[in-house]
């Protein structure tokens, strides 16, 4: 069984530019969440795609994008970028889109914005 | 006030001895709760998870969820150094889309 993997592991850009973070899920998942962990804090909840659509959304503007697969993997794309945009990306995967499924998530992108 | 509250730390304690993690929070709504851990510069990996209240053991880990506290906890037993990680509460309702919400997380050191 594959786990989540996560492209690419390091990644720097300047302000105002443009960044696309991939994500491959677990094997037999089906869902695809994305989460932003800052420096010293818990992962905060960007949106959550299922079935190719986004299926839920987290407290981000609209310049966080995302898109999900057939084969369902996903991106998250972020325009526009900011310093506070630095952090780890997260890519969790699941079997479902219930609540009540477990997610496992993937090693990140930490993303540096200069 | 924050959703789900947890104490940062750092916390460190001598191989052999039993952790205390805890997490309050403030939406009684929250029904499914986890723990988390993740080691530096990593992804964060499922070590439990609980549905309601009650207790669950596995290993040397018991979580516990207590909702008319609105309190979690999560005690490891026999700590070893391989213990030494962030540990993050996380945790969700109904109707949520699968949101999980996660404390600060707690830094654990075992020294040898």
């Known amino acids: 069984e594959t786990g989540v993997t996560q492209s690419p592991t390091h990644l720097i850009k300047t302000r105002g530019q443009q960044v696309t973070l991939r994500c491959s899920s677990q094997s037999g998942h089906n869902t695809v969440s994305w989460y932003q962990q800052a420096l010293g804090q818990g992962p905060q909840f960007i949106f959550q795609?299922?079935?190719?659509?986004?299926?839920g959304r987290g407290n981000f503007p609209p310049r966080f994008s995302g898109l999900q697969f057939p084969n369902y993997s996903s991106e998250l794309n972020v325009n526009a970028l900011e310093l506070d945009d630095s952090a780890l990306y997260l890519c969790a995967s699941s079997n479902g889109q219930g609540v009540g499924n477990e997610q496992f998530f993937g090693p990140g992108t930490r993303l540096t914005v200069l | 006030q924050k959703e789900v509250e947890q104490d940062p730390g750092p916390l460190s304690v001598p191989e052999g001895a039993i952790v205390s993690l805890n997490c309050t929070y403030s939406?009684?709504?929250?029904?499914?709760f986890m723990w988390y851990r993740q080691y530096s510069r990593k992804g964060p990996e499922l070590l439990m998870y609980t549905y309601s209240s009650g207790n669950k053991e596995d290993g040397r880990f018991t979580a516990q969820v207590d909702k008319s506290s609105k309190y979690i906890s999560l005690f490891i037993r026999d700590s070893q150094p391989s213990d030494s990680a962030t540990y993050l509460c996380a945790m969700t309702r109904e109707g949520s889309q699968g949101n999980l919400i996660f404390g600060k997380g707690t830094k654990l050191s075992v020294k040898p």
């Open positions: 939406n009684s709504a929250f029904q499914y």
């Open positions: 795609y299922y079935r190719e659509e986004e299926n």
